[in-house]
Nanobody, 124 residues
Framework: QVQLVESGGGSVQTGRSLTLSCVAS????????MAWFRQAPDKEREGVAF????????NVDASVKARFRIFRDDFKNTISLYMTNLEPEDTAMYYC?????????????????WGRGTQVTVFT
């Protein structure tokens, strides 16, 4: 049974940074594609960043590319999302997701495994 546990969320002021982490268990991590999604109230869940199984396969959505980075550590079964210069528009529940290799980067239905989420709130 795959389990994903997120941590690192919080309430921060505009312009600050946060790092989210997700630890995976129950899967061969090195063979699992990982991603971060977020969902704001009354909005669709959207993909934020993706880490493929090969080290060069990393993607950050264009909307946050200048401010967010994703890291993957196969020894610790962990992915992290480093977020800088946070804006109120970044306020959302952030979810870690995992899947076997393959599929469109941020198609929600291709990810069978999800964490419970960690809340990020950015205030002015």
């Amino acid at each position: 049974q795959v389990q994903l546990v997120e941590s690192g969320g919080g309430s921060v002021q505009t312009g600050r940074s946060l790092t989210l982490s997700c630890v995976a268990s129950g899967t061969t991590f090195s063979e699992t594609e990982m991603a971060w999604f977020r969902q704001a109230p009354d909005k669709e869940r959207e993909g934020v960043a993706f880490a493929g199984i090969r080290s060069e396969v990393r993607n950050v959505d264009a909307s946050v590319k200048a401010r967010f980075r994703i890291f993957r550590d196969d020894f610790k079964n962990t992915i992290s999302l480093y977020m800088t210069n946070l804006e109120p528009e970044d306020t959302a529940m952030y979810y870690c997701a995992a899947r076997p290799p393959g599929g469109s980067l941020y198609r929600v239905s291709t990810y069978p495994w999800w964490g419970r989420g960690t809340q990020v709130t950015v205030f002015t």
